[in-house]
């Protein structure tokens, strides 16, 4: 299961700029990869695993600003497109499954 955290933080003063890099740098301490500017997103394993982390991202959000929380399976996250210019490329990779025999 992937989170997605889209973000929107203002960036006007300098005490919400430091908020914003504050925000940047706990997702990525979380192990959210930045997509996009403003788009991170964090493979879970489990739904526990992806709610656990929704609770410590709401938690970092900045008084002002807003972040919307998107959870999508592995099935919909492959099946993402991403255009660049007019050229396609496949999507990120999910993580390699485990396999026992």
């Known amino acids: 299961m992937w989170v997605f ?3 929107d933080l203002p960036v006007t003063a300098v005490v ?3 908020e914003y890099t504050r925000f940047r740098k706990e997702l990525k301490r979380l192990g959210f990869s930045m997509l996009q500017y403003s788009v991170y997103a964090r ?3 489990s739904r526990e695993s992806k ?3 929704l609770n410590k991202v ?3 959000v900045p008084d002002k600003g807003e972040v919307r929380l ?3 399976t592995d099935a ?3 099946k993402m497109r991403v255009l660049v210019g ?3 490329r496949k999507p990120e990779k999910g993580p390699e499954q485990l396999m026992l025999f």
Request: glycine share 4%; hydrophobic share 40%; proline share 0%.
């Open 5 to 7: 955290a889209l973000f």
């Open 70 to 72: 998107l959870s999508v």
């Open 86 to 88: 007019k050229k396609r």
């Open 76 to 78: 919909q996250f492959g």
């Open 16 to 18: 919400e700029r430091k």
């Open 51 to 53: 709610d656990a982390f």
């Open 43 to 45: 493979y879970c394993h």
């Open 58 to 60: 709401q938690a970092l």
